[in-house]
């Protein structure tokens, strides 16, 4: 069965702080994707990776760092935590490159900055 | 710019039956993905269109039109348990998924 599990469900950090974010997927993807996700404003792309060591900036990747050293894992890095980053954040992963597949989403991580 | 449009929130009875549109305006196009997510929880994968027409599956039916830039989900029988969120995303000339701000569907008995 299909799993991507991410490292917390809630995290509470203060403004400053360096914030990481895990994502583990057991698919064996070669995709890797970081959403937030905030009301009324859909799901919206911070960085994505299509292979180990790879990654490509999303539509807001501004205050945010990843990481992909083992293709299982992907990391959000939040290098000094701002009170405009509380939201739901939303690790995915998807079967291939840059063909059509179904994405799997974690159960998410709902950041609180204060 | 890329944009896709639903209704914010619909309401609908146990028993009836409910059709959540999707209208987009992207650069190219390589499918339509409808996914639902309830409430605190994560988006799973509903129905994928890439052709013109309807796709169904069980009780969700997922349509679409690519010369109007239009897709609807249909679900029939409504269950208490299909309240959740409904998400349109539309696959780019880039490959890149472009997401709805999603429908909520509130089901009432």
């Known amino acids: 069965d299909v799993k991507v599990t991410q490292s917390s469900r809630y995290l509470v950090k203060r403004t400053g702080e360096k914030v990481f974010l895990e994502c583990v997927q057991d698919m064996d993807h070669e995709n890797m994707f970081w959403y937030r996700q905030d009301p009324g404003l859909g799901l919206r792309l911070i960085y994505f990776s299509y292979d180990v060591k790879m990654k490509e900036k999303g539509d807001i990747p501004e205050g945010y760092s990843v990481s992909r050293e083992k293709k299982e894992r992907f990391s959000l890095i939040l290098e000094s935590a701002s009170t405009n980053q509380t939201s739901m954040y939303l690790c995915?992963?998807?079967?291939?490159?840059?063909?059509?597949?179904?994405?799997?989403f974690g159960p998410g991580t709902r950041l609180t900055v204060l | 710019g890329q944009n896709i449009d639903q209704p914010t929130e619909m309401t609908a009875t146990e028993g009836a039956i409910v059709q959540i549109n999707c209208t987009y305006q992207?650069?190219?196009?390589?499918?339509l993905f409808w996914y639902q997510q309830h409430a605190g929880e994560a988006p799973t994968f509903l129905s994928y269109n890439v052709l013109d027409g309807l796709e169904e599956k069980g009780r969700f039916s997922s349509f679409l039109s690519r010369s109007k830039g239009y897709s609807y989900l249909l679900l029939k029988e409504l269950q208490m348990k299909d309240s959740a969120s409904y998400l349109c995303a539309v696959i780019d000339s880039n490959y890149q998924l472009i997401w709805g701000a999603g429908t909520k569907l509130i089901i009432k008995p």
């Open positions: 995915a992963s998807s079967l291939d490159g840059r063909e059509v597949n179904e994405q799997f």
């Open positions: 992207t650069s190219g196009f390589n499918g």
